[in-house]
C-alpha cells in the first residue's frame, strides 16, 4: 500500500505494480499537493550547494534514470510528459551575484561538474530576452526539466491500466498489532492529508468513498506523504522522520511567442528565482521558500517577490498572461536529504522528505522501494530514515 499519491508515490506505486506487486495508493486528491505546485526542473548540477554533495550524487543518479522512466510511462499511458534536455542557464543580475557565481563556478569545477562560465553576452547570445544587465552565468547542459503535472496524470493513467486501485480518501491512523504493521483506517475524502488545494481534480475515480471499507488491510505501507509524512497518527513515537513543510509560491505564465530555450536560473541580490519553459508556450516562475507550517495561502508579498527578482533577469515577464498561482509544501528534513528505506517499526517504510527535489528523484526513489518491497536490504544508504534515529540518540 502506497499512502499518498505525488509524484514519489505513484512513482513508487507504478513501478511496483510493473513488477507484479499487488499495490493500493490512497490519497484524497492524487497528483495534487507539492506535485501540483513543482516546476519539474531535474537540476542536480545547476541546483548544486556548498555543503550537499550528497544529494548532488542522488540528483545525477536519478537524472540519469529520467529517460528510460519517461519512455516506459509515456508507453504505459499514452501522454507526452514533455520532457526536455536542453539545460540550464544560471545567470548573475549584480556584482555581489556575479562575485557568488564565480565562487560556484570553482565549486563546480572541483567537483568535475560538466558546466561552462559565460560572460553576459554569452548568456544573451543563447537567450535573447535575456536583460542587458545580466553579468554573467553558468551553463549547465545536461539539466533537464518535465511537465510534473503531466507527469503525476501519466503515471495515474498507467496505474489505472495495471488495474491499480486508488482511493480518494485520506489515511486517518496506521494500524499496527503484535508490533508490526497491518493497513490503515481510512479518515473522510479531504482533511489535513490532503496536500493543499488545486482548482480541478484529477480525472480517475477508481474507486470512490462510499465503496473503499473504512480499513484496508497491507503487509507493507510505504509513507509518501510529503509535508504530512512526519505526523501519521497511529505510528509509535520515535518511527517517523522529522519532515517539515516548507512553502513555495509559484506562478505560471503564457507566451504568446517561445520565450526561453533552457531553464533560466539567477540570483538578484541575493535572491534566487527560476523560469522554466513548456513546449506550450506556459513558462513557470517560481519559487518562495518559506517557514510557515501548513498555510498554502498565495499572497501578493510572495509573488511580487517572485515577479520582481524575474523581471531583472527576463523584463518581458511583465507582458505575459498569468494563467496559475498556487503554493506547495516541499517536504524537508533537517539535512535536505530525503527519507527512503524501511522504519523501526515491521512493515513501515517511508519514501519521503525529498524537499525541492521529489520530481528529480522519483525515479530513483522508485526503484530504491521496488528493491525494499521485494525484502532486499540497502545498507549505509544516505537516505536511510534510521540516519534520524542515530543522530537523536
Ligand atoms: N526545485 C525547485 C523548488 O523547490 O522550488
Not at 506487486?21 to 531535474?42: E, K, N, Q, R
Not at 510505504?222 to 497518527?233: D, F, I, M
Not at 527535489?357 to 518491497?373: F, I, K, N, S, Y
Request: net charge negative.
Amino acid at each position: 500500500m502506497v499512502v499518498g499519491g505525488g509524484v514519489v508515490g505513484l512513482s513508487a506505486a507504478w513501478r511496483a505494480a510493473r513488477e507484479g506487486a499487488a499495490v493500493t495508493v490512497i490519497d484524497p486528491d492524487p497528483g495534487g499537493g507539492a506535485s501540483y505546485a513543482a516546476a519539474g526542473m531535474l537540476a542536480p548540477v545547476s541546483e548544486v550547494t556548498y555543503t550537499e554533495e550528497s544529494l548532488l550524487r542522488l540528483g545525477v543518479d536519478s537524472l540519469a534514470r529520467w529517460p528510460g522512466f519517461a519512455a516506459e510511462l509515456t508507453e504505459d499511458s499514452g501522454d507526452d510528459l514533455d520532457l526536455r534536455s536542453a539545460g540550464t542557464l544560471d545567470v548573475a543580475f549584480g556584482a555581489d551575484d556575479l562575485a557568488a557565481l564565480g565562487e560556484l563556478a570553482e565549486f563546480m569545477a572541483k567537483l568535475d561538474l560538466p558546466v561552462e562560465r559565460l560572460t553576459g553576452r554569452e548568456c544573451r547570445r543563447l537567450e535573447p530576452l535575456l536583460a542587458p544587465s545580466v553579468r554573467g552565468g553558468i551553463l549547465a547542459p545536461g539539466d533537464s526539466w518535465v511537465n510534473p503535472r503531466r507527469v503525476t496524470r501519466a503515471l495515474l493513467t498507467a496505474l489505472s491500466r495495471l488495474g491499480v486501485p486508488v482511493v480518494r480518501r485520506r489515511v486517518a491512523e496506521v494500524v499496527v498489532a503484535g508490533g508490526t504493521v497491518q493497513g490503515v483506517r481510512l479518515g473522510g475524502p479531504g482533511g489535513p492529508a490532503s496536500g493543499g488545494v488545486r482548482p480541478g481534480r484529477a480525472p480517475l475515480l477508481l474507486q470512490d468513498s462510499g465503496e473503499a471499507p473504512e480499513t484496508i488491510p497491507a503487509e507493507q505501507v510505504v509513507l509518501a506523504a510529503g509535508a504530512w509524512t512526519g505526523s501519521l497518527p497511529g505510528v509509535p513515537d520515535g518511527v517517523l522522520p522529522p519532515v517539515r513543510p516548507v512553502k513555495g509560491q509559484i506562478m505560471r505564465l503564457r507566451t504568446p511567442y517561445p520565450a526561453l530555450t533552457r531553464c533560466v536560473r539567477g540570483t538578484v541580490h541575493g535572491s534566487p528565482v527560476y523560469l522554466v519553459p513548456r513546449g506550450d508556450g506556459e513558462v513557470v516562475l517560481g519559487a518562495t521558500q518559506e517557514e510557515m507550517g501548513f498555510d498554502t495561502r498565495v499572497t501578493a508579498g510572495g509573488l511580487w517577490e517572485i515577479l520582481r527578482d524575474a523581471r531583472e533577469l527576463v523584463p518581458g515577464v511583465t507582458e505575459w498572461e498569468v494563467t496559475d498561482v498556487v503554493a506547495g509544501l516541499r517536504p524537508g528534513t533537517p539535512d535536505n536529504l530525503p527519507a527512503i528505506g524501511p522504519t523501526a517499526l515491521p512493515g513501515l517504510l517511508v519514501a519521503s522528505g525529498h524537499h525541492r527535489g521529489g520530481v528529480l528523484l522519483a525515479p530513483l526513489t522508485a526503484d530504491l522501494v521496488v528493491r525494499l518491497l521485494a525484502g532486499e536490504t540497502i545498507v549505509d544508504h544516505p537516505c536511510s530514515p534510521s540516519r534520524f534515529e542515530e543522530s537523536s540518540r
